[in-house]
């Protein structure tokens, strides 16, 4: 299975033949996973680098609002926009800018100052009752529980101490709570929970990997899993490890992964990661149609991968889709039975799986229509993985397409002169091939200046067959080698936080993919990065 | 005026209030006072992310017929009249980036045919961009902070009124103020949140009727963000010393920053700070909402400018640069022209009107702040007006497409235009100037010039000369 995902697909011999397109992470990507003979490689060279992580926005919010309550997600208010590459994760695009800390602070006093307007869910992260405005065992209570939560981590006596002499100012105010936010304002710019920091144990080969310590490794599997801080369960798991002197092992990780995917967060970050990853995490459409949407790929997800505990790529063969009333009528298909929205069957209309959703039928949108070019570029570069050069330098891309011809058909062969052709040839037609489906997932057979789509629409996706509408291709895509390839190495660059992966990435993907065939899960998928024996583990950044 | 901003209380210790100017009738150029020692100068370079005309126009709706004075106002420049700011606002119509193809040399502030990824980096910094998307020198509100901003609360500020970038194409041209750093040229991410904003600028303000007890509250925060920033600091150094060597360089980029604002909350006045006879304390403006293609920003435009505004008017800050949008823009027009369409797309439809109303909706909010600015007195009694150099500039213009020679572009930096207002250096105002081939960073070094930065603009030497006679 190791020779399977190490050796060029058909497809990629095709492309690597044209000159054109290459793999995510192509350059040595293949060379570390070990050796021809399929000799399982020695850890440390599947052992990521990684390095300090800020929370996203996304990541901020999800952790206020499991810490403290907060379910406002004020962080993009405050915060710079982190950039999306695609996940918005990448550590490697985050700077330290005077609008960040600025932000973080003014952040802090936003949040703080809701909790402590609401006295409810005040009294509960306090956790105690105030005999009065120093109350020190009061304080030092609150410090110890809400800081080991904040920091993912027991506070050292010391630190106790230096939260807890922030009460003075209580004592000053007259009043208990001031201590309490001046506390929040200190813990939620502290550096250890803006980032999450990874220390660990050196190994003692001087190979400058480290041993994650056990409470290290309980938040990455929760911002892995679900996009959030670790609770208590599972610092206390990591509490118990580290009082014992020992590490998690392989079957503790698995057991607690396998908890943490029941949670409702799991399935929030199931759609997270394919939200980022296939270009829908923003839908610029009518608020109501974008909840609608979301809702649609959210439910065929979690039948998937949670419900029918199935192939990960049955998802893109579902023959029935989720609705509501009001999107069953966007998309002209039957209305569900029920004004809740239901399954409804796709019947003969040509849609299947979530290629067919509103939500993948985002990409490639370009001014008031699709682009195919915009479209077949996120088929080979989201759903394969593919490296796309940049057009050469001397054509401007930013120059519209001129045609005498009002049909788009006729203004893209523009695309196709010589100089353009060997590269667009790869990737136009699989953008042609959906070209029956608008920026919203409404099925059409007419162009915007209304001439006729008929054959233009029979795609091709080069080195892997011809299809008609997103239904075939996610025929087409379903059983590929390239697409489940592209799933482990998303899926660890999300893990990792590193927008260009690394060869070490790329051959832990593939190691990975090598014990699942085609029918592989992805829960499985999942548990096995989370227990492999180098998810524990982080290479120092030089 | 932004409903937050409207009621406003004079800052403590102030006698007046300031009261607007009428609104100055002259129709000839106005001639600012001579430059009055003591009243400092002021600075902002903005720019709008978007060219004038649309495919196939030969002309836009931005340059004037008229030349000099009482030029006449297009649908782009529309708003100056509105404002009546005619008089103060001139237009320099005309401006060239010079673009070669790709395999020859780049001329000094030129660029490639590539358009978006091409055109900023001249804009904003004066020098050609020989890579994509790069910006390789310091930015004009920089270069003018170093001269005349260091002494103030705010020594440059860097804001953005498109509140994200509202999807994953596009330039991602999101910053437009970079400044020498010990880690070399860096990019200042703008400040967004009017609540931010807001609270840089004002931290530490009073009302002028605040009791001793509010003084004391307000002190007592102080000295509570103190102590928490120096507890976030230490333990910040104590973990630097356990991180590897690039780990270490990313906190102590943090740790710079929390320096930066502990040392700004330590400079603090509580109760006051401003000391301009136009100063005002404004309420705090209310967060308009994040939306996935607008965030109203009409409404945040008018708030920055307000903000903007007061800080000049409190000597809060003397440079700046305001983004009102990202280049190669995707924001989302309906807003204005009543259809959803982002600006980068409206540049590619052919319809002129539509999108000199875009071009109009960036002037409006600028011909709004002139007109603050001009209706604010100062001490001795001119206008606050007189005492600035503001520039306007866009991505493009249009004109023959570079790489053919042929036809009409909007992705062009032929024909581009640039708004220059404020009496700084002895300037003069309302005028439109045809200055053919000048270089549209030109006229932004003549605005540094006006307040007294004479040090070239990058590969940028030349000025306007007309707008200083």
Known sequence: MQDRSLSMTALTTVLVAAGCIGHIGDRDAFDGSGSEDGTPPPPADLVASAGLRRLSIHEYDNTIRDLLGDDTRPAATYLPEDARTPFDNDYTKQTASAALVDGAE????????????????????VGCTPSGPEDSACATSFVESFGRRALRRPLTDEEVASYVGLFGFAGQAGDFYVGVETTLWALLQDPEFLYRVEIGRPATDGSGVVRLDNFELVSRMSYLLWGSAPDDRLLDTAEEAEIASRDLDAEEVRTLAVEMLADPRGAEQLYRFHALWLGFDELPHDPALAADMRLETAALLERVVFEDAGPWNDILLAEETFLTPSLAEHYGLPPPASAEGGWVPYGTSGRRGLLSHGTFLVNGGKFEDTSPVFRGLAVRQRLLCQTIPPPPANVNIDDALMSESPCKWDQYLATLQDGCIGCHSQFNPAGWGLEEYDKQGRFRTADPAGCEIGEHANGEVPGLGSFRGPGELGALLAPSDDLLHCLGT????????????????????????????????????LLDLVSSPTFAFRKLEE | MSPKLHRRTVLRGLAGIALALPALEAMAPKRARADVPGIPKRFLATFGGMSLATNGEVEDQVAPDVIGTDYDCKLGIAPLATAGVTDVVSVVSGLVIPAVPVDQPIPPAGRTVMFHSQCFGTLFSGTRTEVMKAVTAPSSDQRVAEVIGTDNKIPCMAYRVQAGHYGDGGSRCDVMSYKNTDQGLTPVTPKVSPGLIFQELFDGFLPPDADPAALAAAELVRQRRLSVLDLV????????????????????????????????????????????????????????????????????????CDLIHLAFACDLSRAGSLMFTEAQSSMDMQFLVGYSRSLHDISHHDNLEDLSRCVGWHVKHFARLVSKLRDTQEIDGSSLLDHCALTLCFEGGHGPDPQTGEGWDTHSTENMAVLFAGGAGGMTQGRHVRALGKHPSAVINTAMRAVGVDTGFGEVTDWIPELET
């Open chain 2, 233 to 304: 600091g230490a333990k910040t150094e104590k973990l630097m010393s356990q991180l590897g060597s690039a780990d270490r360089m990313r906190m102590e980029q943090h740790l710079d920053q929390i320096r930066d604002l502990e040392t700004r909350i330590t400079n603090l006045t509580i109760g006051g700070g401003g000391n301009g006879a136009g100063c005002v304390l404004p309420e705090a403006p209310n967060e308009p909402g994040l939306g996935v293609a607008y965030s109203d920003e009409d409404l945040r435009a008018e708030i920055l």
């Open chain 1, 490 to 525: 998303q899926l660890v660059r999300f893990a990792t936080g590193r927008g260009e992966p690394a060869p070490e990435d790329v051959a832990l993907a593939a190691a990975l993919l090598a014990d699942r065939g085609a029918d592989l899960r992805f829960d499985e998928l």
């Open chain 1, 106 to 125: 003014a952040l802090a006093m936003d949040v703080a100052a809701r909790l402590l307007a609401d006295p409810a869910r005040r009294d509960a992260v």
